[in-house]
């Protein structure tokens, strides 16, 4: 019943930066922990940031100090604030609410990191 969907990806240099957003409908999030993760080609899925209930926030090693990721409950909305972009941050970003019963994701958003 819950739908997610992100955006906010595109084409940035090395150095530059971007915020992702991810939109929630069918479900208030303001009860439920949220998670940012990516993938590439011939990855699996992984972690990048999450947040919870209370705002607690985990980050990966490799995008502490660079990405922030906050939730805005009255808009029903997640972001990724993402700094200091690497070629090796260039991957599709999935935005996860983790229900009581089931997880949702989204339908992902690339993000291209190249000079």
């Known amino acids: 019943q819950p739908q997610i969907v992100e955006s906010g990806g595109g084409l940035v240099q090395p150095g530059g930066s971007l915020r992702l957003s991810c939109a929630v409908s069918g479900i208030s999030i303001s009860g439920y922990h949220m998670g940012w993760y990516r993938q590439t080609p011939g990855t699996q899925r992984e972690l990048v940031a999450s947040i919870g209930i209370r705002e607690t926030t985990n980050y990966a090693d490799s995008v502490k100090g660079r990405f922030a990721v906050s939730r805005d409950n009255a808009k029903n909305m997640v972001y990724l604030q993402m700094n200091s972009l690497k070629p090796e941050d260039t991957a599709v970003y999935y935005c996860?609410?983790?229900?009581?019963?089931?997880?949702?994701w989204g339908q992902g958003t690339q993000v291209t990191v190249s000079s």
């Open positions: 996860k609410l983790e229900g009581n019963w089931r997880s949702t």
